[in-house]
């Protein structure tokens, strides 16, 4: 329970659900986290130059950030 007075907060794993479900869903739960090591690297590839792999980084890390904000 969240609620509880010794619970700081609880965190949540994606599930399987693509990064911006997750984020969706996280988004929506009051006092959770994200611990999306799987949806961090979502589209992520070898064939990525330096500033795509930057650029998907920073949109992954940004979208985790806001959603585990709420």
Not at 18 to 30: C, D, F, G, P, T
Not at 40 to 68: C, H, N, P, Y
Request: aromatic share 6%; hydrophobic share 40%; net charge positive.
């Amino acid at each position: 329970c969240i609620a509880h007075p010794r619970v700081l907060r609880v965190v949540a794993l994606s599930g399987g659900y693509s990064r911006e479900e997750a984020n969706r869903r996280l988004a929506r739960q009051r006092g959770m986290i994200a611990s999306f090591s799987r949806a961090l690297v979502e589209g992520i590839t070898a064939q990525l130059s330096d500033a795509g792999f930057d650029e998907t980084m920073d949109t992954s890390i940004q979208g985790i950030f806001e959603a585990s904000r709420s």
